[in-house]
């Protein structure tokens, strides 16, 4: 066995133990977590950020300056999405949550994995792509009249899905959710994020637990984690999983 393998089990052992002694173990993820399901991030070499600027896709003032290209860009999104579906590792979280290993998944994600794999209690941060709704008047309606182009069938004003954009406050609700849970927790597992966006990326250092971070690269935070795996989400999820039904 080479040592960076050694290394690895030797991390993982200690989160599986981590995780039997937990009382209250949370999990934070962000788009490493759907990297594995064929769903790019923002800010790896690949993911969208290095290829468009968000400023003009992803924001309140591209939702009203710049509409057709901010429809066209989450158009796109919307339907690659429809061509993915969870992964292992969001299928391990839902199975861990019904076992009551973990209490809840906190996500920056929206594309709906976390719950389409089954995981029940789930903050979605930057809420989701697939809810669509009138921006002027709040009415929900279809994606797919998002998809056509159509405008709100009842006030005439322009269809956008239900994600924060840059400009706009988190959900209430899920956030203040979000902060219960990680007050109360004793362990908190991030996986796959850059933990660059504010104010999520806080969230981690206000339990009084341990914290774990499973991410491919470096982040600026590394060093305030007690535990960190460097690794495939999916992949470290599973090996990890593998371990806990034989300890
Ligand atoms: P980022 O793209 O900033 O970071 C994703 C992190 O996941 C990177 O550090 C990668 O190294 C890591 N990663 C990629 N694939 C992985 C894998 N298979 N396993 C483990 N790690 C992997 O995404 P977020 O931190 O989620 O907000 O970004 C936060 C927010 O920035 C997003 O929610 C989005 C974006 O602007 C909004 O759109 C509001």
């Known amino acids: ?15 599986s133990d981590l995780l039997h002694n937990s009382k209250y173990a949370v999990v934070l993820t962000g788009a490493g977590m759907s990297t594995e399901s064929g769903v790019p991030d923002f ?19 591209a939702l009203e300056h710049n509409y057709d290209l901010f429809r066209d860009f989450y158009q796109y999104r919307i339907k690659a999405l429809s061509q993915c579906k969870p992964n292992t590792g969001h299928k391990i979280l839902a199975e861990w949550e019904a076992k009551g290993l973990i209490k809840c998944v906190i996500t920056q994600n929206v594309d709906g994995f976390h719950k389409a794999a089954g995981s029940k209690n789930v903050y979605e941060l930057h809420g989701s792509i697939n809810s669509i709704r009138c921006d002027s008047c709040g009415k929900e309606t279809d994606v797919q009249n998002f998809m056509d182009n159509a405008d709100c069938p009842v006030c005439k004003g322009k269809l956008r899905p239900g994600v924060v954009l840059f400009g706009e406050s988190l959900p209430e609700d899920a956030w203040s959710k979000a902060i219960e849970e990680i007050r109360k927790a004793d362990l908190i597992i991030v996986i796959g994020s850059s933990l660059t966006v504010s104010p999520v990326n806080h969230l981690p250092f206000i339990t009084k637990g341990k914290k774990v971070l499973i991410n491919l690269d470096n982040t600026d935070l590394d060093s305030e984690f007690d535990l960190i795996i460097h690794g495939k989400a999916a992949d470290t999820l599973n090996k ?3 371990i806990m039904k034989t300890d």
């Open 43 to 61: 800010r790896s070499k690949e993911g969208w950020w290095n290829k468009i600027n968000p400023a003009t896709v992803a924001s309140t003032s």
């Open 240 to 242: 990890l999983n593998g």
């Open 1 to 15: 066995m080479d040592k960076g393998c050694e290394n690895i089990n030797t991390d993982l052992a200690q989160l």
